[in-house]
Every structure is written in C-alpha cells, then in structure tokens.
C-alpha cells in the first residue's frame, strides 16, 4: 500500500476540517480529492506531507509510520498551486535543490546532480529552460518545473495540492494530458486536490469526494459519475436541474410530472425528494414522442461550441429547465428562442437525503 | 530637451514635469547646499587643503568614523534582521508595543541618546559597573561610539527587511522543507538571498548615518585628540575656531567618501538585483 490514511481528524478553531477520514492509495496509483472549497482537501494533502499535524490518526507511507516526522523526512514531493519556485534560483538550481541540500554522504556528486537535473527537465520537457529564472517563465512552464523539483529528490508519493487552478483553460487541459502520460511512464503513487470535476475525472484513476471533512464517496471515475451514491456528488461532479418533490406510492412528483421511484425507494413511505436531471441527459424534439414528455418554450440561447445551451420554461414547473444539445440537433430543428419544444426527463436521479443545495 | 525623454514613449504621463520636479528640488534640497561645502573649500588653494586633510589627527577622525559606522551597520544587520524576523513571524501579546519601539531611535533627538548612553554606560552606571568589572570600558574608547551608532542605525535596517520579508510566502518555506532542507539551509539558501538585497539597502543606510551622527556619539565618546575624535567633531571644531574653510576642507573629503562608498553599494546592489528581473 502506498499511502494509508487511518482515521484521521483535525480541528480548527471552530470548525473540524477532516472528520476521522481513513483512507487507501495502492502504489502506483494517481487519486484525486475532489470537493468544493473549504471541505479539508488541501488540510489533508498537507497533513500527508507533514506540513501540518492532524489531532489524532495515523498516516503510514510505504509501511512506514510518518505521523510525526517533519515534512523534510517524509520524502514526499509537494506541488503547489502557486508553483512556489525559488525566484532567486535559475531552473537548474531548483530542480537540483533537494539534492545539494542532501547530508554530505548522501549528496550526489556534482555530474550525478547535473545529469538527474537534464533528464528530469527532459521529463517534463523544459529542458531548454535550464539557465532561466522562474519570472522568466510562463504558468505552466513553472508548474513543470516545480514538478521536476518535486521529483527530484525520488519521493515515495506524489502530492499535487490544485496544481493548475492558477493556469488558463487551454493550458490546464493540456498539463493535464500531460500529467496523466507522465504518471503512466513513472508511475509514483500520486494525489492531487482539485475542486475541478473534469480534472479529476479526466486524470484520476480513482476520485475520492470529499465534503465537509468528510469522504462521500470513492471510486473509479465511471463509478462515481455514474452511480453517486447521494445528492451531494450527483450534485458535485457536473451541472444539474434540481426539482423538488415528494415521493408517494413509488411515484416521485414533479411539478405535475410523475417518474417511477427507484427501486430502494419504491416502498418508502410519503417524504420529501429530490430529483436531478443533468442538462445533457434532457431531450428536446418538434413532436410529442412519449405521454410523459412535456411541453416546453424556449427562453434562452446559449452557444457553447459544440453544445448548446437551451432555458426553458415548462408547464407544470416553477423553475425553467436548463438543457444541453448538440449543435446539429439544434439546427436541424430549427430552433430559436420563444419556439415551443417537447422536452423529455431522459435519466432522473431521486435522492432523499435531506441535503440541500 | 532629449536628456529628460525617456529612451521610449511612456505610456505613463508626465516624465517631463515629474522629472523636473525631481532635479529642482534635488538641487535646492541636496545639491546647491552642499555645493557650498565645494566653494568654500576653493579659496583654500590646494597645498593648505592637502595640508589640513591629511593632518594626523584628521586622518585619525576618518579612520574612525568609517571603521565604527561599519562595524555598527554590521552588527545592526545581524540584529535588525532577527528584530524584522521576529515582528513579522510571530504573533504575540505586546507585539505593537516593540514595532513602534523600534522607531524610537529616529525621533529622539540623538544628544538626549548620547546623553542616555554616558550615564548608563559611565564606570559608575548601572551597565558601565558591570563592563568596569571586566576591564571593558565603553564610554570614552571607539566600542563606546560603535554603541550609539547601533543604536541610531538599528530602525533603518528593521523598516526597510520588514516589508521583504512580509512578502515571503510561506510555500516558499514549505517547498524547501519538502525538499528536504533543514531550517538553517532553507534560511542560508533560500530567504538570505531573498532578503539580501533589503539587508545591503538597510545596512548602507544605517551607515551612511552612522558616518555623519554627530549628537549621540560626542557624549559618550571623550573626543579624546587621535583616539575618540570622530570626523563630524573635527568639523566642528573647525568651526568653534572660526577655520571656516578647514571645517569645509574636512567635510569635502567625508562628503566624497560616503558618496563614492554609497554609489558603489547601490551599484552592488543594482548587480545583484539585474538577474532576476
């Protein structure tokens, strides 16, 4: 195992930031906590890393209790949201920090050095960038070298704490390719804290949600998106429509619209629900096709790209609808704002948890 | 006209008036008076000025002003770092208290310090006792100038590492620890360097005005001829002579020596700040 999380819990004045949080990385293994702001992510990545101390529970890195070592004896690799370079230091210098600061019998002579700084470089292709400075650099370029840094020193496990939230979306897109064809070559046992669901479903081999200090569910990312387990992760891993309803006689209302319950709730008594459609899991056509499709207007446009972005005012719902459609379909009917359309539920989650959004 | 443009066109307006400004009152604050001390020196001729500069007990006031205002501005960095350390880093009750006493040395006027300083460092003061013990005398004696000159140049280094250091975020901190680094490496090797240049900056300062202190130091120094006799103190005692143009003979060298000594710190430090830009 490479990362064992047992029990975990750290309290701030105030608030607990993780609640007895236990918790599996197998080695070689690339896990991403995923959660809103403020749900203890980061706190738990840096208690990994001995940058902070958690109240009570254990953390055993490679069969090895670290609980208590300081971060400079954990020999982990930390990536930081704002890359936190050495401005005062050329690339090279950086990289070969965790090196030179090695006690004397350790340290690498000076050819091993500067061979393992040019290959790791070469690694994160930046090794033209050897003789520049950090200011010298864009974003993603630092990241890379802040990784290399990272790397150097060979740490057991990996620990990226949001590491392209600060770049642009088309460079954060693709370090994230990057990433992931880096890990599958090195294969160091990583986690990455990201509040991003298409990063860490793009890049994680297992997501783990995270919500107020709390694990709410772990899982390959074709598990969690698929089958969330409640409200919250449904919620969480992409855009949704909520509507608010009662579940009775295996039947969920909405507005006037009736869906059949779950399986596991359709025996359940009379309560209040919830039901999420996601906008791409709406269908939208010219002709009523099924009795429970529901008449629709238009109201709103939004170009997307590829997708387009439809709000729509349906009869029997108090909030407009949002959906999401393909371009072709979109043109091929026709449509504009203020038409009328025939929208049909296609995947209706209910949840009953009393979470709100 | 082409001398006061900038290289480019400036997007940002008014080069021409604000630069004005700067030479203007550059003259009429810092140049033209101290001009005087250049055309007062001129009617001397040069064999009486060479004559009066290179006197013994001038060249004695020289050697001991520069050598006491460095020896001051060294030991100020070393403290002043670790007084900017402990203000920005921690947080502790009465921590406001010591941040404005730090400022004290700029507002007292510096005889009322020298005058402090005599006392509490005279054979039978409260410190002077102690040090008499030891067979250490302060007062009257170069350690007894270097003393005040601490004293007077400490704030300037403590304000200008302060917002520096301030500015260091901790994951700077963090990343070295994570790298392995121990306390001590990531002080040596990633904030000195950092802090270096805000320490140069601080430390010149302390010394140029070590350099030119006159108050404090006249008490507790004895001015005794060849031994405590700082430069400022030659001058004036020019003065008290009516020997107006010796007392502008000595200053012109002081003023020429600090002036080179500056500009060659602050092209150090101009060196030292290039790379990373």
Redesign the interface.
């Known amino acids: 195992m490479g990362i064992e999380l047992q029990n975990i819990t750290k309290k701030f004045t105030g608030y607990t930031a993780l609640d007895n949080i236990s918790l599996n990385v197998a080695s070689g293994e690339l896990v991403a906590l995923l959660g809103p702001s403020g749900c203890g992510k980061t706190t738990l990545l840096r208690i990994i890393?001995g940058?902070e101390l958690p109240d009570s529970g254990k953390i055993i890195l490679e069969q090895k209790d670290t609980t208590n070592l300081?971060?400079?004896?954990?020999?982990?690799?930390?990536v930081?949201q704002?890359y936190?370079?050495?401005?005062?230091?050329t690339v090279f210098e950086n990289v070969a920090?965790?090196l030179k600061?090695?006690p004397m019998r350790e340290r690498p002579s000076r050819s091993a050095i500067q061979e393992r700084v040019e290959h790791l470089l070469k690694l994160v292709q930046m090794d033209w960038a050897i003789k520049r400075?950090p200011?010298q650099l864009s974003g993603g370029q630092r990241q890379r070298v802040?990784l290399a840094?990272?790397l150097?020193?060979n740490p057991k496990v990996l620990l990226l704490d949001e590491p392209f939230s600060a770049l642009d979306a088309k460079v954060r897109q693709e370090l994230r390719r990057w990433l992931r064809k880096l890990h599958d070559e090195i294969h160091v046992t990583s986690i990455f804290v990201t509040h991003d669901q298409e990063e860490a479903l793009e890049l994680a081999d297992r997501i783990v949600v995270i919500n107020k200090g709390r694990i709410e569910q772990q899982g390959t990312p074709q598990e969690v998106y698929d089958h969330p387990v409640n409200a919250f992760v449904y919620n969480f891993l992409g855009n949704v429509n909520v509507f608010h309803g009662r579940i009775k006689n295996g039947k969920v209302t909405l507005g006037t619209h009736h869906v059949d319950a779950p399986d596991e709730l359709k025996h359940t008594e009379e309560r209040a629900s919830q039901a999420f459609v996601r906008p791409h899991e709406i269908g939208i056509s010219r002709i009523r096709s099924a009795e429970t499709d529901l008449a629709g207007t238009i109201q709103e446009v939004r170009i997307m790209g590829g997708q387009i972005g439809l709000n729509l005012a349906c009869e029997g719902f108090e909030h407009p609808i949002d959906a999401e459609i393909q371009r072709e379909l979109y043109l091929n009917l026709q449509l504009a704002k203020g038409e009328k359309v025939f929208v049909s539920l296609n995947r209706v989650r209910v949840f009953t948890s009393d979470y709100e959004i | 006209m082409e001398l006061f443009q900038g290289k480019r066109r400036n997007i940002l307006p008014g080069f021409g008036l604000s630069m004005g400004y700067t030479v203007f009152y550059l003259s009429a604050i810092v140049i033209v008076p101290l001009s005087m001390i250049f055309f007062n020196t001129i009617p001397m001729g040069w064999e009486p000025f060479l004559h009066t500069v290179t006197a013994p007990r001038v060249l004695a006031s020289y050697r001991l002003s520069f050598s006491t205002a460095l020896f001051a501005a060294i030991f100020d960095a070393i403290v002043g770092l670790l007084t900017a350390w402990v203000l920005v880093r921690y947080r502790f009750a009465g921590r406001q208290f010591l941040d404005a006493l730090v400022d004290l040395p700029f507002a007292l006027p510096t005889a009322v310090a020298g005058i402090c300083f005599a006392t509490l460092y005279s054979p039978v003061g409260w410190l002077g006792e102690t040090f008499a013990k030891w067979n250490i005398e302060i007062i009257n004696s170069p350690t007894g100038i270097v003393v005040a000159l601490i004293f007077i140049g400490f704030p300037f280094v403590v304000r200008t590492i302060q917002p520096v250091l301030e500015e260091v975020e901790q994951e700077i901190e963090e990343a070295a620890q994570c790298l392995g680094a121990t306390r001590w490496q990531t002080f040596r090797k990633i904030l000195l360097p950092h802090l270096f240049p805000a320490l140069l900056t601080g430390s010149t300062l302390a010394f140029a005005r070590g350099i030119g202190e006159y108050g404090s130091v006249i008490f507790i120094a004895g001015n005794l001829p060849m031994k405590t006799e700082i430069a400022p103190l030659m001058i004036m005692s020019k003065l008290d002579q009516f020997d107006y143009a010796g007392a502008s003979a000595v200053a012109l060298v002081l003023l020429l020596i600090s002036f080179s000594m500056l500009l060659l710190l602050n092209a150090v430090q101009e060196w030292q700040q290039k790379e990373y830009r």
């Open positions: 890393a940058l300081p971060p400079r004896k954990k020999n982990v690799g930390f930081f704002h936190a370079l050495f401005r005062r230091l920090f965790g600061v090695l400075y200011s802040a840094r990272a150097a020193v």
